[in-house]
């Protein structure tokens, strides 16, 4: 394949994703708006069920399958679920102010400009991780012959799923991604005496390096394996796969992001579940962000590739050379290769340069000095007008000047301001 075919596809590649990333950013704005409305709302929906006995939340560990260690019942378990809400609306907050908005003020000042952020991450990522799910699926019916085994939540009622789910895409970020990844990464920086703050252990340290892989690649796995027992074994990849992305926005943005996402993936089902009506919207919106999965998939892949130096990184773009700019008018052509200061030597006080567009620029002291000519090596001034003497510091005795204009020198050494005429009037006396 020639260079130019395959810069092509490349190009062709890029132009497509930054389509489908707008596309999926939309779709995924809309969906994410509507769901964090209806959460919003359903602490006052919920209530109603408080004293019912299916009315608790149980809080576990993971090691790694998930181990039962509270139940939280009636006023407990509306307390955590008020606190759910509230951890879901701060990342909310951090989303919109660090991804969503910053995203639409990018989009709005070009429309196809791939200016990546949090909330294109998280989009991108999102799809990407659906897609591997169906075709997981997928595969398992066509090898099974028989759906994958799923847990029975879309038979429980909807105030039920909407802890279950709220629960899920708070609670599994802090017990996977910041005991699994976030809390050992702390402490193996502190061990290596680098200075890390405590809040790092929410993620958001940025760097990928081999500890970030490794740890990513450990939770991700505990991910996985806490899935086979309500899901069996199918579920595994799909939710291995799940871990990684999340892991991979835990440590480059941090907490608010791997929520962010969980909660886009579970939560934005509540709204079509309580209202039916809405289902064919939320079914769309959703088959979209898988075929763009599709796409993301193979850029990611493209870039871990690049990452790990199977595939060569594209090589950046070389600065234009510009020419260097013509020397001053009075400069002779022949000699402007040899410019440097003339020692012991100044120009007539009434010879008065134009402007010089390409003057060079200087720093005498602390003072910048932008209009400075400078003079040929061999340069023989007229003897018209005022005649040329040698002059001496009076300051510093220094014997190199820079012409400043209207008669005036400065020393290089010291940056005295000699005028010349004057100069002149005392040598004569």
Known sequence: MSSQLLHDLKEMLHNLKEIVSLAAGVMALVIYIISLGYMLYSPFYIIHYINRPDFYNILYVLVPIPVGIVELVTVAAYAWYIFLVIAVSISAYLMFRKGILPYIKSVASDLFSYKQNPFQDVVELLSLSLFITI?????????????????????????????????????????????????????????????ISFIKIFGGTRDIGKPEIFFILLSATIFGVAHIPGWTWWKFFPAF??????????????????????????????????????????????????????????????????????????????????????????????????????????????????????????MIGEKENTNLFPIPRNFTPSTTGDKWINIICPVCGGTEFRYEGKGKLRCVQCGKIIEVHEYQEQSHQ
Do not use: C
């Open 241 to 362: 796969v799940a871990g990684l992305v999340l892991g991979y926005v835990y440590v480059r943005y941090g907490i608010y992001a791997s929520i962010t996402m969980h909660f886009l993936n579970d939560f934005s089902s509540i709204p079509a579940d309580v209202y039916p009506q809405y289902t064919l919207v939320y079914s769309l919106i959703m088959i979209g962000l898988i075929i763009a999965g599709v796409v993301f998939l193979i850029s990611r892949l493209i870039r871990v590739l690049q990452f790990f130096g199977i595939l060569e990184r594209p090589s950046a773009t070389p600065e234009p050379v510009l020419p260097p700019p013509p020397p001053p008018p009075w400069v002779f052509s022949e000699e402007s290769e040899n410019i440097t200061t003339a020692s012991n030597m100044v120009l007539p006080s009434s010879y008065e340069p134009s402007v010089d567009p390409y003057a060079q620029r200087n």
């Open 135 to 195: 075709v997981t699926a997928f595969l398992y019916m066509l090898f099974a012959g028989s759906s994958p085994p799923t847990p029975p939540i879309g038979e429980e009622s909807p105030y039920e799923r909407m802890m279950l789910l709220l629960n899920a895409s708070v609670y599994e970020e802090l017990i996977t991604r910041t005991v699994f990844l976030g809390i050992p990464l702390f402490i193996y920086y502190r061990y290596k005496n680098q200075k």
